[in-house]
Protein backbone atom coordinates (compact mmCIF):
# COMPACT_ATOMS: atom_id res chain seq x y z
CA UNK A 1 0.00 0.00 0.00
CA UNK A 2 1.22 3.43 -0.73
CA UNK A 3 0.32 6.93 0.30
CA UNK A 4 -1.61 9.11 -2.25
CA UNK A 5 -1.84 12.90 -1.90
CA UNK A 6 -4.98 14.07 -3.79
CA UNK A 7 -6.54 17.52 -4.84
CA UNK A 8 -10.28 17.11 -5.65
CA UNK A 9 -13.38 19.26 -6.21
CA UNK A 10 -17.06 18.17 -4.65
CA UNK A 11 -20.00 18.18 -5.98
CA UNK A 12 -20.73 21.80 -5.19
CA UNK A 13 -17.66 23.13 -7.15
CA UNK A 14 -15.43 23.54 -3.57
CA UNK A 15 -11.56 22.18 -4.01
CA UNK A 16 -9.99 20.71 -1.39
CA UNK A 17 -6.92 18.43 -0.31
CA UNK A 18 -6.64 15.04 1.52
CA UNK A 19 -4.45 11.97 1.52
CA UNK A 20 -5.66 8.53 0.88
CA UNK A 21 -3.94 4.88 1.02
CA UNK A 22 -4.25 2.63 -1.85
CA UNK A 23 -2.47 0.30 -4.25
CA UNK A 24 -2.65 2.73 -7.00
CA UNK A 25 -3.57 6.39 -8.44
CA UNK A 26 -6.67 4.81 -10.16
CA UNK A 27 -8.27 2.79 -7.37
CA UNK A 28 -7.92 6.04 -5.67
CA UNK A 29 -9.65 7.91 -8.36
CA UNK A 30 -12.31 5.49 -8.38
CA UNK A 31 -12.87 6.06 -4.55
CA UNK A 32 -12.86 9.98 -4.82
CA UNK A 33 -15.58 9.50 -7.62
CA UNK A 34 -17.49 6.73 -6.00
CA UNK A 35 -17.48 9.26 -3.26
CA UNK A 36 -19.15 12.11 -5.46
CA UNK A 37 -15.60 14.29 -5.48
CA UNK A 38 -13.74 14.84 -9.00
CA UNK A 39 -10.72 14.26 -8.61
CA UNK A 40 -7.97 16.97 -10.58
CA UNK A 41 -4.37 15.82 -9.45
CA UNK A 42 -3.22 12.91 -7.63
CA UNK A 43 0.49 11.89 -6.96
CA UNK A 44 2.17 9.74 -4.81
CA UNK A 45 3.83 10.73 -1.40
CA UNK A 46 7.52 9.49 -0.53
CA UNK A 47 7.02 8.52 2.92
CA UNK A 48 10.54 8.17 4.62
CA UNK A 49 11.16 5.24 6.52
CA UNK A 50 13.01 4.85 9.94
CA UNK A 51 15.86 2.26 10.41
CA UNK A 52 13.87 0.42 12.31
CA UNK A 53 10.80 -0.05 9.45
CA UNK A 54 13.25 -0.73 6.86
CA UNK A 55 14.26 -3.94 9.05
CA UNK A 56 11.15 -5.08 9.32
CA UNK A 57 10.66 -4.53 5.35
CA UNK A 58 13.83 -5.98 4.85
CA UNK A 59 12.60 -9.26 6.56
CA UNK A 60 9.19 -9.32 5.18
CA UNK A 61 10.75 -9.16 1.76
CA UNK A 62 13.46 -12.16 2.60
CA UNK A 63 10.44 -14.05 4.22
CA UNK A 64 9.41 -15.66 0.92
CA UNK A 65 6.32 -17.92 -0.19
CA UNK A 66 7.41 -21.23 -0.55
CA UNK A 67 6.75 -23.88 -2.58
CA UNK A 68 3.80 -25.11 -0.01
CA UNK A 69 1.92 -22.14 0.64
CA UNK A 70 1.76 -21.72 -3.54
CA UNK A 71 0.44 -25.23 -4.06
CA UNK A 72 -1.98 -24.29 -0.86
CA UNK A 73 -3.25 -21.34 -2.47
CA UNK A 74 -4.07 -22.75 -5.88
CA UNK A 75 -5.53 -25.69 -4.24
CA UNK A 76 -7.59 -22.97 -2.72
CA UNK A 77 -8.69 -20.61 -4.96
CA UNK A 78 -9.84 -23.65 -7.75
CA UNK A 79 -12.40 -24.80 -4.86
CA UNK A 80 -13.18 -21.56 -4.07
CA UNK A 81 -13.95 -20.54 -8.31
CA UNK A 82 -15.53 -23.59 -8.52
CA UNK A 83 -17.93 -22.73 -5.71
CA UNK A 84 -18.84 -19.42 -7.12
CA UNK A 85 -17.06 -17.54 -4.55
CA UNK A 86 -16.25 -13.95 -6.39
CA UNK A 87 -12.49 -13.60 -6.75
CA UNK A 88 -11.54 -10.64 -4.89
CA UNK A 89 -13.84 -12.02 -1.65
CA UNK A 90 -12.10 -15.36 -2.33
CA UNK A 91 -8.46 -13.66 -2.43
CA UNK A 92 -9.01 -11.51 0.32
CA UNK A 93 -10.12 -14.50 2.87
CA UNK A 94 -7.01 -16.37 2.13
CA UNK A 95 -5.12 -13.01 2.22
CA UNK A 96 -6.37 -12.71 5.95
CA UNK A 97 -5.93 -16.56 6.39
CA UNK A 98 -2.33 -17.01 5.30
CA UNK A 99 0.21 -17.46 7.65
CA UNK A 100 2.68 -15.65 5.61
CA UNK A 101 2.86 -11.28 6.37
CA UNK A 102 5.00 -11.48 3.32
CA UNK A 103 1.89 -13.38 0.90
CA UNK A 104 -0.74 -11.68 3.02
CA UNK A 105 0.62 -8.30 1.89
CA UNK A 106 0.68 -9.84 -1.49
CA UNK A 107 -2.47 -11.62 -1.74
CA UNK A 108 -3.83 -7.98 0.10
CA UNK A 109 -2.44 -5.55 -2.69
CA UNK A 110 -3.69 -8.15 -5.99
CA UNK A 111 -7.49 -7.78 -4.33
CA UNK A 112 -6.70 -4.32 -4.66
CA UNK A 113 -5.80 -3.80 -7.93
CA UNK A 114 -8.65 -5.99 -8.71
CA UNK A 115 -11.22 -3.80 -6.92
CA UNK A 116 -9.16 -0.69 -9.55
CA UNK A 117 -10.68 -2.64 -12.67
CA UNK A 118 -7.52 -4.43 -13.33
CA UNK A 119 -7.77 -8.57 -14.55
CA UNK A 120 -6.20 -11.26 -12.80
CA UNK A 121 -3.41 -11.88 -14.95
CA UNK A 122 -1.78 -8.40 -14.39
CA UNK A 123 -2.70 -8.09 -11.27
CA UNK A 124 -0.16 -11.48 -10.62
CA UNK A 125 2.53 -10.27 -12.93
CA UNK A 126 3.10 -7.32 -10.73
CA UNK A 127 4.53 -9.76 -8.40
CA UNK A 128 6.80 -12.08 -10.55
CA UNK A 129 9.00 -12.73 -7.89
CA UNK A 130 5.88 -15.28 -6.51
CA UNK A 131 3.95 -15.78 -9.58
CA UNK A 132 6.15 -17.33 -12.53
CA UNK A 133 5.84 -16.68 -15.87
CA UNK A 134 4.22 -19.75 -16.58
CA UNK A 135 1.67 -19.32 -13.30
CA UNK A 136 0.39 -15.86 -15.01
CA UNK A 137 0.53 -17.30 -18.45
CA UNK A 138 -1.95 -20.23 -17.55
CA UNK A 139 -4.11 -17.95 -14.91
CA UNK A 140 -4.44 -15.65 -18.15
CA UNK A 141 -5.73 -18.20 -20.77
CA UNK A 142 -8.34 -19.66 -17.65
CA UNK A 143 -9.45 -15.65 -17.36
CA UNK A 144 -10.07 -15.27 -21.24
CA UNK A 145 -12.19 -18.32 -21.68
CA UNK A 146 -14.26 -18.63 -18.57
CA UNK A 147 -11.97 -21.66 -16.95
CA UNK A 148 -10.03 -19.99 -14.19
CA UNK A 149 -11.21 -23.09 -11.86
CA UNK A 150 -9.49 -25.47 -14.15
CA UNK A 151 -6.14 -23.32 -14.64
CA UNK A 152 -5.73 -23.05 -11.43
CA UNK A 153 -6.59 -27.12 -10.77
CA UNK A 154 -3.42 -26.98 -13.81
CA UNK A 155 -1.31 -25.17 -11.95
CA UNK A 156 -1.99 -26.42 -8.61
CA UNK A 157 -0.92 -29.99 -10.31
CA UNK A 158 2.50 -28.52 -12.17
CA UNK A 159 3.63 -27.02 -8.72
CA UNK A 160 2.80 -30.59 -6.95
CA UNK A 161 5.11 -32.29 -9.79
CA UNK A 162 7.56 -29.45 -9.45
CA UNK A 163 8.13 -30.25 -5.52
CA UNK A 164 8.52 -33.70 -6.34
CA UNK A 165 11.12 -32.39 -9.07
CA UNK A 166 13.19 -30.73 -6.32
CA UNK A 167 13.05 -33.10 -3.81
CA UNK A 168 14.58 -35.50 -6.79
CA UNK A 169 17.25 -33.03 -7.19
CA UNK A 170 17.81 -32.72 -3.63
CA UNK A 171 18.20 -36.32 -3.38
CA UNK A 172 20.24 -36.10 -5.59
CA UNK A 173 23.16 -33.90 -4.41
CA UNK A 174 22.59 -35.19 -1.09
CA UNK A 175 24.99 -37.85 -0.47
CA UNK A 176 27.83 -36.65 -2.90
CA UNK A 177 27.80 -33.22 -1.09
CA UNK A 178 28.38 -35.20 2.32
CA UNK A 179 30.94 -37.22 0.95
CA UNK A 180 32.59 -33.81 0.12
CA UNK A 181 32.52 -32.06 2.97
CA UNK A 182 33.77 -35.13 5.20
CA UNK A 183 36.40 -35.52 2.57
CA UNK A 184 37.01 -32.11 3.59
CA UNK A 185 37.08 -32.38 6.65
CA UNK A 186 39.12 -35.06 7.45
CA UNK A 187 42.04 -33.08 5.32
CA UNK A 188 41.78 -30.38 7.48
CA UNK A 189 42.15 -32.21 10.70
CA UNK A 190 44.78 -34.18 9.44
CA UNK A 191 46.85 -31.17 8.29
CA UNK A 192 46.14 -28.97 10.85
CA UNK A 193 46.24 -31.68 14.05
CA UNK A 194 47.46 -34.62 13.13
CA UNK A 195 50.50 -34.46 11.46
CA UNK A 196 51.88 -31.54 13.47
CA UNK A 197 51.71 -34.08 16.58
CA UNK A 198 53.94 -36.51 14.05
CA UNK A 199 55.86 -33.52 13.10
CA UNK A 200 57.19 -33.24 17.00
CA UNK A 201 58.32 -36.66 17.18
CA UNK A 202 59.96 -36.39 13.83
CA UNK A 203 61.89 -33.58 15.34
CA UNK A 204 63.14 -35.22 18.27
CA UNK A 205 64.63 -37.80 16.44
CA UNK A 206 66.42 -35.51 14.03
CA UNK A 207 66.63 -38.38 11.55
CA UNK A 208 66.86 -37.44 7.78
CA UNK A 209 63.40 -37.72 6.42
CA UNK A 210 61.90 -39.32 2.98
CA UNK A 211 60.89 -36.76 0.22
CA UNK A 212 57.11 -37.79 0.88
CA UNK A 213 56.91 -37.35 4.64
CA UNK A 214 58.55 -33.96 3.81
CA UNK A 215 55.95 -32.71 1.30
CA UNK A 216 53.03 -34.03 3.74
CA UNK A 217 55.06 -32.03 6.65
CA UNK A 218 55.32 -28.71 4.46
CA UNK A 219 51.61 -29.09 3.34
CA UNK A 220 51.15 -29.15 7.17
CA UNK A 221 52.86 -26.25 7.89
CA UNK A 222 51.54 -24.37 5.05
CA UNK A 223 47.94 -25.03 6.68
CA UNK A 224 48.89 -24.04 10.32
CA UNK A 225 50.82 -21.34 9.32
CA UNK A 226 48.39 -19.63 6.88
CA UNK A 227 45.21 -20.91 7.97
CA UNK A 228 43.64 -17.38 7.48
CA UNK A 229 45.21 -17.17 4.25
CA UNK A 230 43.63 -20.36 3.30
CA UNK A 231 39.91 -19.01 4.76
CA UNK A 232 40.26 -15.65 2.94
CA UNK A 233 40.87 -17.12 -0.37
CA UNK A 234 38.42 -20.11 0.35
CA UNK A 235 35.66 -16.98 0.96
CA UNK A 236 36.98 -15.11 -2.23
CA UNK A 237 36.77 -18.14 -4.63
CA UNK A 238 32.87 -18.63 -3.75
CA UNK A 239 32.05 -14.99 -3.29
CA UNK A 240 33.55 -14.57 -6.96
CA UNK A 241 31.98 -18.43 -8.32
CA UNK A 242 28.87 -16.50 -6.45
CA UNK A 243 29.36 -13.45 -8.51
CA UNK A 244 30.09 -15.52 -12.07
CA UNK A 245 27.27 -17.60 -11.80
CA UNK A 246 24.89 -14.92 -11.34
CA UNK A 247 25.38 -13.70 -14.88
CA UNK A 248 23.97 -15.45 -17.76
CA UNK A 249 27.62 -16.71 -19.15
CA UNK A 250 27.88 -18.01 -16.18
CA UNK A 251 24.87 -19.44 -15.40
CA UNK A 252 24.65 -20.66 -19.05
CA UNK A 253 28.68 -22.06 -18.61
CA UNK A 254 27.83 -23.65 -15.64
CA UNK A 255 24.35 -25.33 -16.52
CA UNK A 256 25.64 -26.99 -19.37
CA UNK A 257 28.63 -28.42 -16.96
CA UNK A 258 25.73 -29.86 -14.69
CA UNK A 259 24.59 -31.93 -17.72
CA UNK A 260 28.11 -33.49 -18.58
CA UNK A 261 28.75 -34.55 -14.64
CA UNK A 262 30.04 -37.82 -14.03
CA UNK A 263 27.19 -39.99 -12.85
CA UNK A 264 25.11 -36.59 -11.80
CA UNK A 265 24.69 -35.18 -14.94
CA UNK A 266 22.29 -37.91 -16.75
CA UNK A 267 20.37 -37.11 -13.42
CA UNK A 268 20.05 -33.82 -13.60
CA UNK A 269 19.17 -33.81 -17.42
CA UNK A 270 16.50 -36.14 -16.86
CA UNK A 271 15.02 -34.28 -14.50
CA UNK A 272 14.88 -31.19 -15.87
CA UNK A 273 13.30 -33.37 -19.21
CA UNK A 274 10.68 -34.36 -16.47
CA UNK A 275 9.51 -31.10 -15.76
CA UNK A 276 9.78 -29.48 -19.36
CA UNK A 277 7.62 -32.09 -20.53
CA UNK A 278 5.46 -31.71 -17.38
CA UNK A 279 5.05 -27.92 -17.85
CA UNK A 280 4.51 -28.05 -22.03
CA UNK A 281 1.72 -30.68 -21.57
CA UNK A 282 -0.20 -28.26 -18.69
CA UNK A 283 0.46 -25.41 -21.00
CA UNK A 284 -1.52 -27.16 -23.64
CA UNK A 285 -4.17 -28.34 -22.03
CA UNK A 286 -4.52 -25.18 -20.72
CA UNK A 287 -5.27 -23.74 -24.63
CA UNK A 288 -1.91 -22.67 -25.23
CA UNK A 289 -0.37 -22.24 -28.17
CA UNK A 290 2.28 -24.15 -29.46
CA UNK A 291 5.10 -21.51 -30.06
CA UNK A 292 3.93 -19.35 -27.72
CA UNK A 293 3.74 -22.41 -25.07
CA UNK A 294 7.25 -22.77 -25.58
CA UNK A 295 8.33 -19.82 -24.86
CA UNK A 296 6.15 -19.96 -21.26
CA UNK A 297 8.14 -22.75 -20.75
CA UNK A 298 11.57 -21.61 -21.34
CA UNK A 299 11.86 -19.89 -18.24
CA UNK A 300 10.22 -23.16 -15.99
CA UNK A 301 12.85 -25.62 -17.07
CA UNK A 302 15.56 -24.64 -14.72
CA UNK A 303 18.60 -24.96 -16.40
CA UNK A 304 19.83 -21.99 -18.99
CA UNK A 305 21.62 -24.08 -21.30
CA UNK A 306 18.57 -26.51 -22.17
CA UNK A 307 16.34 -23.72 -22.16
CA UNK A 308 18.77 -22.17 -25.21
CA UNK A 309 18.11 -25.47 -26.79
CA UNK A 310 14.36 -25.06 -25.91
CA UNK A 311 14.71 -21.72 -27.83
CA UNK A 312 15.87 -23.09 -30.62
CA UNK A 313 13.06 -25.72 -30.90
CA UNK A 314 10.25 -22.90 -30.94
CA UNK A 315 11.94 -20.64 -33.89
CA UNK A 316 12.37 -24.62 -35.58
CA UNK A 317 8.78 -24.97 -35.46
CA UNK A 318 7.72 -21.03 -35.75
CA UNK A 319 9.73 -21.51 -39.39
CA UNK A 320 7.63 -24.22 -40.32
CA UNK A 321 9.13 -27.43 -38.92
CA UNK A 322 7.20 -30.30 -37.08
CA UNK A 323 7.43 -30.76 -33.10
CA UNK A 324 8.65 -33.73 -33.79
CA UNK A 325 11.70 -32.66 -36.46
CA UNK A 326 12.22 -29.58 -33.90
CA UNK A 327 12.72 -31.59 -31.29
CA UNK A 328 15.13 -34.25 -32.98
CA UNK A 329 17.34 -31.57 -33.82
CA UNK A 330 18.05 -30.29 -30.16
CA UNK A 331 19.61 -33.82 -29.17
CA UNK A 332 17.79 -33.66 -25.83
CA UNK A 333 15.59 -36.10 -25.94
CA UNK A 334 15.65 -40.08 -25.74
CA UNK A 335 14.30 -42.21 -29.20
CA UNK A 336 10.92 -43.61 -27.18
CA UNK A 337 10.23 -39.75 -25.97
CA UNK A 338 10.70 -38.75 -29.60
CA UNK A 339 8.34 -41.72 -30.85
CA UNK A 340 5.80 -40.44 -28.17
CA UNK A 341 6.07 -36.71 -29.70
CA UNK A 342 5.06 -37.76 -32.99
CA UNK A 343 2.47 -40.31 -32.45
CA UNK A 344 0.99 -37.54 -30.13
CA UNK A 345 1.95 -34.77 -33.08
CA UNK A 346 -0.16 -36.90 -35.40
CA UNK A 347 -3.22 -37.80 -33.29
CA UNK A 348 -3.70 -35.07 -31.17
CA UNK A 349 -3.02 -36.57 -28.10
CA UNK A 350 0.09 -34.33 -27.16
CA UNK A 351 -0.87 -33.58 -23.70
CA UNK A 352 -1.23 -37.20 -23.01
CA UNK A 353 1.81 -38.71 -24.51
CA UNK A 354 3.83 -35.74 -23.25
CA UNK A 355 2.23 -36.82 -19.54
CA UNK A 356 3.46 -40.24 -20.44
CA UNK A 357 7.25 -38.82 -21.43
CA UNK A 358 7.58 -37.33 -17.74
CA UNK A 359 6.45 -40.06 -16.45
CA UNK A 360 9.24 -42.20 -17.98
CA UNK A 361 11.94 -39.61 -17.53
CA UNK A 362 10.64 -39.92 -13.60
CA UNK A 363 11.11 -43.49 -13.90
CA UNK A 364 14.39 -43.30 -15.47
CA UNK A 365 15.44 -40.47 -12.51
CA UNK A 366 14.29 -43.08 -9.70
CA UNK A 367 15.94 -46.02 -10.70
CA UNK A 368 19.02 -43.72 -11.79
CA UNK A 369 18.75 -42.37 -7.72
CA UNK A 370 18.74 -46.40 -6.17
CA UNK A 371 21.63 -46.83 -8.03
CA UNK A 372 23.68 -43.71 -7.34
CA UNK A 373 25.05 -45.07 -4.00
CA UNK A 374 26.25 -47.59 -5.38
CA UNK A 375 28.12 -45.70 -7.73
CA UNK A 376 29.42 -43.64 -5.63
CA UNK A 377 30.85 -45.52 -2.71
CA UNK A 378 33.79 -46.75 -4.93
CA UNK A 379 34.81 -42.60 -5.18
CA UNK A 380 34.55 -42.78 -1.68
CA UNK A 381 36.40 -46.12 -1.30
CA UNK A 382 39.22 -44.53 -3.86
CA UNK A 383 39.32 -41.30 -1.77
CA UNK A 384 39.58 -42.79 1.56
CA UNK A 385 42.49 -45.07 0.39
CA UNK A 386 44.21 -42.44 -1.15
CA UNK A 387 43.98 -40.65 2.36
CA UNK A 388 45.51 -43.95 3.94
CA UNK A 389 47.71 -44.61 1.57
CA UNK A 390 49.47 -40.60 2.11
CA UNK A 391 49.58 -40.94 5.84
CA UNK A 392 51.08 -44.61 5.70
CA UNK A 393 53.71 -43.92 3.21
CA UNK A 394 54.20 -40.66 4.32
CA UNK A 395 54.25 -40.74 8.32
CA UNK A 396 53.60 -44.15 9.56
CA UNK A 397 56.28 -46.06 7.04
CA UNK A 398 58.99 -43.56 8.76
CA UNK A 399 57.45 -43.30 12.15
CA UNK A 400 57.97 -46.77 12.24
CA UNK A 401 61.59 -47.08 10.85
CA UNK A 402 62.66 -44.35 13.51
CA UNK A 403 61.18 -46.13 15.95
CA UNK A 404 62.79 -49.43 15.15
CA UNK A 405 65.68 -47.50 15.11
CA UNK A 406 65.43 -46.27 18.94
CA UNK A 407 64.74 -49.71 19.93
CA UNK A 408 68.17 -51.13 18.13
Known sequence: MSLFEYHAKDSQGQSFHGEMEGSSASLIARQLTDSGAIPLNIREVKIEVSDAQKFKLDWLKKNKVNLDEMILFSRQMRSLMRAGIPIVRAIRGLSSSSQNPHFSSILSEIADSLESGMDLATSLKQHDGVFSHLYVSVIFVGENTGKLDMAFQHIAKHL?????????????????????????????????????????????????????????????????????????????????????????????????????????????????LSRFCQSFAIVLDSGIPVTNGLTVVEGSVGNLYMESKIGDMRKSIERGDSILNAATATNMFTPVVLQMMAVGEESGTMVELLDEAASFYTEEVDYALQGLTEAIEPLLIIAIGAMVLVMALGVFLPLWDLSGVAAG
Open 160 to 272: DLERETLKRIKSATRYPTFVLVAIGIAIVILNMFVIPAFAGVFAKFGAELPWQTQVILAVSNFFVEYWVVLLLFLGGVLYGGKRYLNTDAGRLKWDEKKLRMPVLGKIFERIN
